[in-house]
């Protein structure tokens, strides 16, 4: 990927000319100063950047380094850095229904080992001082999913990273909690399943749902970001597993 320089939105300069949150949803266009990332998208990105932004909730699927956490970060900080949200929730599931209230330290230090690959896309589009600086005032919160059960996200862009790990009970819970002005990604792989059953996965019933339901969009990301023997060695295990 293309290395580019970061250019911070003067959010002052935005709010005096009355743009505001819906001036940039109506339009991008009128911000002189557009977010760039240390790292830019490729082609096959960049379109289903464009179909996602168009919808309320989208699905990410793809192979292992088919950057599906990538993109989803780059959406959600970029919707943040815009304001059209007030903040980034990011979840994960860890493994099947285990409670990770025995671990040591605060939340964050007990979600770090889970959500560190989000962190990692994060600090690498940006910069660390800034995401740290951004998830000490909560503007992005990292939450267990069982803590996400009874709250409503209302401006916030949530994130579902390896949402093959979800069950179908969890996933109808996280579902139902987006608000007003709200949206969310998640993403997954359904040959990495790590639940005891993959029939207790509610990734693939949410995939035949997208053309039923307005708004929820299903993409396949299929280019490989990591060494080109990743997809010699993925294309190797399918077959094993089929036969």
Known sequence: MNTAEIIDVDFDEVESKGL???????????????????????????????????????????????GKTLL????????????????????RPTVSNEDIGFLPGSMKEKMDPWLSPIQANMIMLTNKVKIEKLMSEDTIEISPISFLRGRTFVNAFVIVDESQNVTKTQMEMILSRLGMNSKMILTGDSSQTDLKSKKDSG???????AEKIDGLGVYELKTNHRHPIVDSILSEFENVNKG
Not at 203 to 209: F, Q, V
């Open 20 to 66: 505001g949150v819906d001036g940039i949803k109506k339009g991008r266009k009128q911000i002189k100063n557009k977010i760039q990332f240390n790292m830019s998208l490729n082609g096959e990105q960049k379109q289903v950047k464009a179909q996602i932004l168009q919808d309320t909730i989208s699905v990410l699927i793809g192979k292992a380094g088919s």
């Open 203 to 209: 990734l693939p019933h949410l995939l035949t749902l």
């Open 72 to 91: 989803a970060t780059q959406i959600a900080l970029e919707a943040l850095f815009y304001r059209e949200v007030d903040r980034i929730i990011i979840t």
